[in-house]
């Protein structure tokens, strides 16, 4: 199940936590990876993964810089000649209260977590089209789907992403593509993990599994919508949270 051998994947923000899960996970399956980040932030998962015996490439991708993203994307489909699977997973996250929120970090959160996947997602589509087939798996958030206080611009820039997947599923289904949302809830990552114990327990009570998520969940539910068992999946969202949010 899930095989991905001869496919070729970018994953945007595959230095650490999530992004580097899927990275490996996707190359576990036996799909070529372009492991995308700053500068050589993702040499790390890359080496993991040849050790691990699957093949990757280290790209570096500013996803906030139009240039950026054109050039690694180019560089990468010169030296692969196609792209079938694209993991828009970069994010990051500037919490404060919408009086006290400062516009340049509203600014920096939109552009990393949503316009960055306008743009990776312009940069794949047009090899994907001539492909006739594509799969866009957009990676948002629990917060998109109930909010969360302290977080307006990070709700806003991941419900952002369920209307951008779902048009988008609209616009390319008729050449095979598919565009999904993968949604995780509270995930173990140096985020979480920096929280101290009696926090962490209390965000676990939320959860009717009892637990945070693992980026090995993330990772299981990307393969998935990656694979050929998800042809005929398109325009969802598939919430990975432990039923926090039903
Ligand atoms: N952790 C959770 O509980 C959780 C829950 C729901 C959703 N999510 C979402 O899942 C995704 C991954 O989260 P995470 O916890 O794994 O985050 P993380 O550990 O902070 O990693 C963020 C990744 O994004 C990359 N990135 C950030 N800004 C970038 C930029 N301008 N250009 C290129 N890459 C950039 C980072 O690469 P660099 O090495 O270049 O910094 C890093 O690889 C995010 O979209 C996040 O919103 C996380």
């Known amino acids: 199940m899930f095989d991905l051998s001869g496919q070729v994947a970018l994953v945007t923000g595959a230095s650490r936590g999530i992004g580097r899960a899927i990275a490996l996970a996707l190359a576990r399956q036996g799909a070529l990876v372009?492991?995308?980040?700053?500068?050589d932030h993702a040499a790390g998962t890359v080496s993991e993964i040849a050790s691990a015996g699957g093949r990757a490439e280290a790209l570096s991708v500013d996803v906030t810089m139009p240039d950026s993203v054109e050039r690694g994307v180019r560089m990468f489909l010169d030296r692969q000649g196609r792209i079938d699977v694209l993991v828009s997973n970069a994010g990051i996250a500037r919490d404060q209260l919408l009086?006290?929120?400062k516009r340049e970090d509203w600014d920096a959160v939109i552009a990393t977590n949503l316009t960055a996947t306008f743009l990776c997602t312009q940069a794949v589509l047009r090899p994907m089209i001539k492909q006739r087939s594509g799969r866009i798996i957009c990676i948002s958030s629990v917060v998109g789907q109930m909010g969360n206080a302290g977080q307006a611009n990070y709700a806003a820039s991941k419900a952002g992403l369920v209307g951008f997947a779902k048009s988008m599923a609209r616009e390319v289904a008729s050449r095979g593509i598919t565009v999904n949302v993968v949604a995780p809830g509270l995930i173990d990552t140096d985020l979480t993990r920096a929280l101290d114990a009696a926090t962490r327990d209390?965000?676990?009570a939320q959860v009717p599994l009892g637990r945070l998520g693992s980026t090995a969940d993330v990772a299981a539910a990307v393969c998935f919508l990656a694979s050929e068992e998800a042809a005929y999946i398109t325009g969802q969202v598939l919430a990975v949270n432990g039923g926090m949010y039903m």
């Open 34 to 39: 372009g492991a995308a980040a700053r500068d």
């Open 99 to 101: 009086l006290r929120m």
């Open 202 to 204: 209390q965000w676990a």
